[in-house]
């Protein structure tokens, strides 16, 4: 009914920039919040950040000045700026929605997720 694809994910440096995208696709009437949560290995999922349709943003205390999530309501896609990423911040990085459908049923829907590597 509704998928979410995310795409941007890979290897970088100590220090450097990765964006990632998320587009969600289907039987969409609207979308409250969109977000993106982590897992790294060995670890418990966690939120990173997220922000409603309204734009209200909360993130989590590690990603801080560092990381900047943003949505395109109209695309129905949420980014996520990472700058001045650490190896801490490797892990598998999910995209999360809550999401009314054309039928008003209400779905929480995940994306399949993305690597994010990074290397010191």
């Known amino acids: 009914q509704v998928q979410l694809v995310e795409s941007g994910g890979g290897l970088v440096q100590a220090g450097g920039s990765l964006r990632l995208a998320c587009a969600a696709s289907?039987?969409?009437?609207?979308?409250?919040?969109m977000g993106w949560y982590r897992q790294a290995p060995g670890k418990q999922r966690e939120l990173v950040a997220a922000i409603t349709k309204d734009g209200s943003i909360n993130y989590a205390d590690s990603v801080k000045g560092r990381f900047t999530i943003s949505r395109d309501n109209a695309k129905n896609t949420v980014y996520l700026q990472m700058n001045s990423l650490k190896p801490e911040d490797t892990a598998v990085y999910y995209c999360n929605a809550g999401v009314t459908t054309l039928l008003l049923a209400y779905l929480e829907v995940w994306g399949q997720g993305t690597l994010v590597t990074v290397s010191s």
């Open positions: 289907g039987s969409i009437f609207s979308i409250n919040v």
